[in-house]
């Protein structure tokens, strides 16, 4: 799962490093579909349940789920959710980022530190004992300090050999509450988080899923695995890229 996970964040970042103003997310796509083939890998979301490309690619007030296109450019102050998988040897690494792309908004700004900023405090939770509130809990309570809307359609999961596997890690919850936490356990954080509003609603094309305030919204995931030492990141880049906070 670690080799698994590494491909998938060392594709999520060499298609961060990639992004130019006037690149369509198509573009953006093939970069990180080619990538994770060179690997030796399969892009875990090309035809998952009929999604028809390598990465989802989500662009200002797109949350998740964005289809790449090539009608979508992107431009100087978007700010450019892509979520990753790849599949390798039986395994699933599934990892998110949000990229700002030139110089965007202070507000922007401000929700992916925060967003970026929760997923690490949600990370802190994922602790052999613990249960699956205690990672929610940490989650909303950042969050909710920035006034922020935690989308609650859509949660974190477990994963292995499939993509999704139960249980559900919501971003939102009461701590001491909910499944309990084991070694060896391999989940998928990922905090949805809308500078305005939590409610979200679907385009037309039936994957996209947008804030329904029109508001920026931002997605940050890490594969975690639950170990005798604490939570250990396998989706980290092995690439030079933009550090994260914490772990
Ligand atoms: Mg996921």
Known sequence: MREAGIIAGNALHTGGQSIRPGMTTYELDRIIHDYIVAQGAVPSFLNYEGFPASACISVN????????SKKRKIKNGDIVSIDVGAYYNGYHGDTAYTFAVGNVSEDARRLLEATNASLYKGIEQAVAGNRVGDIGHAVEELITSYGYGIVRKYVGHGVGEQLHEAPEIPNFGN???????????????EPMINLVGDDVRVLPNHWTVVTRSGSLAAHFEHTIAITSEGPVLLTKPTIPCEAPPGI
């Open 175 to 189: 701590a001491g509450h909910g499944f309990r936490l084991s070694e060896g356990m391999v989940i998928a954080i």
């Open 61 to 68: 007030d797109e949350v998740i789920h964005g289809i790449p």
